[in-house]
T-cell receptor, first 113, second 115 residues
């Protein structure tokens, strides 16, 4: 069975500082991996995804994530936080067969001016 | 522009009342999903449908019902049997019911409150 763990339900960073949001998954085979962002009272928007190929994936708004099979991780990073990055971030995984998604419990990012 | 439309954005339900949340997509996606979101619990799957006239229970289907009579529409009814319906409800769709590598497209959600 798949599961997703997001370490830290709340993360605070200063504006201009590095953003690091952690995601680990459990799976017997490498799954498809996704990061979504959710602004208050809105749906989820896809930030980036890893399916195959290059393990460093670039997404929208300057975010990127690296798939590390040996660590079963898919951490999300951004070199310099902006006030507009304040939101809830969800990591999701899906087995590479079938169409079921498994979401983490989310990390709320606060950006301090 | 293609997308998913959920309505209404806010909904108030009285005790013992059934309410229906609308979800419409014009993306020509095969699969559609309903999730419930509660603070600190992430997203939990209620129902999903991979094809018209077929749907499957998710992890928390009790007290909910769905229909999929058209490819574009996947309404969710919250019945009086759902004892704690206050939550944010998200509808999603995906292009290929057999593979998840496309990811999901989400609607903007409906916030349901019991009064």
């Amino acid at each position: 069975a798949q599961s997703v763990t997001q370490l830290g339900s709340h993360v605070s960073v200063s504006e201009g500082a590095l953003v690091l949001l952690r995601c680990n998954y459990s799976s017997s085979v490498p799954p498809y991996l996704f990061w979504y962002v959710q602004y208050p009272n809105q749906g989820l928007q896809l930030l980036l995804k890893y399916t195959t190929g290059a393990t460093l994936v670039k997404g929208i708004n300057g975010f990127e994530a690296e798939f590390k099979k040996s660590e079963t991780s898919f951490h999300l990073t951004k070199p310099s936080a902006h006030m507009s990055d304040a939101a809830e971030y969800f990591c999701a995984v899906s087995p590479n067969t079938g169409n079921q998604f498994y979401f983490g419990t989310g990390t709320s990012l606060t950006v301090i001016p | 522009d293609g997308g998913i439309t959920q309505s209404p954005k806010y909904l108030f339900r009285k005790e013992g009342q059934n309410v229906t949340l609308s979800c419409e997509q014009n993306l020509n996606h095969d699969a559609m999903y309903w999730y419930r979101q509660d603070p600190g619990q992430g997203l939990r799957l209620i129902y999903y449908s991979q094809i018209v006239n077929d749907f499957q229970k998710g992890d928390i289907a009790e007290g909910y019902s769905v229909s999929r009579e058209k490819k574009e529409s996947f309404p969710l009814t919250v019945t009086s049997a759902q004892k704690n319906p206050t939550a944010f409800y998200l509808c999603a769709s995906s292009a290929d019911s057999g593979r998840a590598n496309y990811g999901y497209t989400f609607g903007s959600g409906t916030r349901l409150t019991v009064v």
